[in-house]
């Protein structure tokens, strides 16, 4: 998009660099050729004020609290979509029509089962494994199984990766946690929708009928919905770099799996739980506000706070109303760490140090509480993250990929080390 210019003073140069404008939100100063121009680089460690990409999949306003998936705010598309139509939206720009969801749907479903020997291949994993390493294994290992669809040079190949990736990552899912647990794996059904079978892969069991709760099924759909995509983030900006470079697009998705394990990312899910069981009662919250704010303390509330959002993550607010839903669905009257999470978002958002700088609860803070009381241990709320994440990745990386201009990422960086200095034989160290 044409834009007018920005000029920058560097000694006795004057350089010109573009302005470019977005549909919405900031505009941004092309730097490509500063160093050409000027022989220095920018400097943004943690690219706090750097874009990486154009991209029109997802939109954030951080101030205002707003995400659009392609335009759509991602209060209608919890509210009224499937995760697969999400999914569809993500991958190709538009709602589908009736037809082009049924088709989508009837793809996804028959891709869900994997191969036969990517069962003996979870044998090698100790059976106390986090069910994320498990996750970044088997993702990685997929570029091992499915050969005919990592030539990303190939459309065909790169939509049939996609699919797969979509469909079959969930029952990896469930065959880490089953694995975990020491019971079977369960195949996926493909007379169930997508969270259903799901569902079902994870808590059935061969000694009795499973009926999936109707409730927990949306709810949990729409979870995955909330946690599709989202922008540059650290987990997406892995697997663009990794993608940048030619690498399959099972490989890339391990990428960003991985990424994504980080405790200060999607990671945050586990450890805000394990922070509230830690917090334990209403009354120790002021005690770990305190460290919260101590300079001299590590410790961070988990579950607030984000780059990007200087306002309340509008898929916060969804997660609580789930939440909710939930524990009234499965009859928990009250729970012990909602009543924490409750009180220390109440007292968090009245206090001076959060309200200056801005932190509010994120997506990670509310899940964990509805994902333990569906059944799920703390150690598979990330897996659940990385199965909705999935298709944002794939939609961002295919959007890379399809980008005539896009070449490998390669930054650079402000050198604090020795000057050049001549080798000292170890008799004369
Ligand atoms: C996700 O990027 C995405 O979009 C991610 C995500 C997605 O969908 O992909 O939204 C998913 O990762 C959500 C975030 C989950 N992480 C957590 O909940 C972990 C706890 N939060 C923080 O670690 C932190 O808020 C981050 C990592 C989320 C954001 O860190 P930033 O943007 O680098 O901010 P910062 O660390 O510079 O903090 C700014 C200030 C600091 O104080 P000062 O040094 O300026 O005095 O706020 C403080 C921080 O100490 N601060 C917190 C805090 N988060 C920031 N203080 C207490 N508790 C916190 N949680």
Sequence with gaps: MSGNTSQLKVGDKTVDMAIKEGSVGPAVIDIAKLYAQTGMFTYDPGFTSTASCESQI???DGDAGVLLYRGYPIEQLAEHGDFLETCYLLLYGELPTA???????????????????????????????????????????MSAFYHDSTDISDPQQRMIAS???????????????????????????NSLDYTSNFLRMCFAVPAEEYKV?????????RIFILHADHEQNASTSTVRLAGSSGANPFACIAAGTACLWGPAHGGANEAALKMLEEIGTVDNIPKFIAKAKDKNDPFRLMGFGH???????????IMQKTTHEVLNELGIKDDPLLDVAIELERIALSDEYFIEKKLYPNIDFYSGITLKAMGFPTSMFTVLFAVARTVGWIAQWKEMIEDPSQKIG??????????????TPIGRR
């Design 99 to 141: 037809a082009q969801k049924a088709d989508f749907d009837y793809r996804i479903t028959r891709h869900t089962m994997v191969h036969e020997q990517m069962a003996r291949f979870f044998q090698g994993f100790r059976r106390d494994a986090h069910p994320m390493a498990v996750m970044v294994g088997s993702i990685g290992a």
């Design 58 to 60: 997802t939109y954030i």
């Design 213 to 221: 709760n109707p409730v927990l099924s949306r709810a949990l759909d």
């Design 163 to 189: 699919m797969r990736m979509i469909a079959k990552v969930p029952t990896l899912a469930a065959m880490a946690y089953k694995y975990t647990v020491g019971q079977p794996f369960v195949y996926p059904l």
């Design 307 to 317: 780059r990007v959002y200087k306002n309340y993550d509008p898929r916060a607010k």
């Design 410 to 423: 390669r930054p650079r960086q402000l050198y604090t080390g020795s000057p050049k200095r001549d080798y």
